[in-house]
């Protein structure tokens, strides 16, 4: 399955329990498009978070981000992995 | 030891050689700034790339993408993961 890095911006502020409860809505949902969340990363201090997914297409991380109310701004695919 | 994730754009074509190249030019040097790069993902459509890695500080960070030929576009501290 491909993997994805999706970026989303204008979370500043945002908290370890924000993101926390942000990743387990996206996991709560996630099996329903086949996406697998793997890990998500943030800092609080330019309001970046990065998520990293396996999934069928970028279409569906982002159905599921939406779903769970935090749209992402980029989805990439990432074939290339080092 | 504090995690970054940093960005590299206008990466566009960037083959799975070239990235690994890059990489294994930072794992050459990165001791001497004790940072630790631990992957890298790279969207070639796009010309994206991400790298996570340990270190002191982000200018460290930078310093080691900066004399092995690729500077960063972007480092941000990354204190939240899930």
Redesign the interface.
């Known amino acids: 399955m491909p993997?994805f890095?999706d970026v989303h911006h204008n979370m500043v502020g945002?908290?370890?329990e924000a993101?926390?409860e942000a990743?387990n809505a996206d996991l709560a949902i996630q099996d329903e498009e086949k996406v697998e969340f793997k890990?998500?990363?943030?800092?609080?201090?330019?309001g970046?978070v990065?998520c990293?997914s396996e999934a069928p297409s970028a279409e569906a991380v982002q159905r599921i981000h939406e779903r769970a109310g935090h749209p992402a701004d980029e989805v990439?695919?990432?074939?290339?992995?080092?």
Chains 1, 2 share one sequence.
Do not use: F, G, Q, R
């Not at 890990?39 to 330019?46: C, F, G, T, Y």
């Open positions: 993997e890095m945002i908290t370890a993101l926390k990743h890990k998500a990363w943030a800092d609080p201090e330019s970046v990065y990293l990439h695919a990432v074939p290339l992995v080092v």
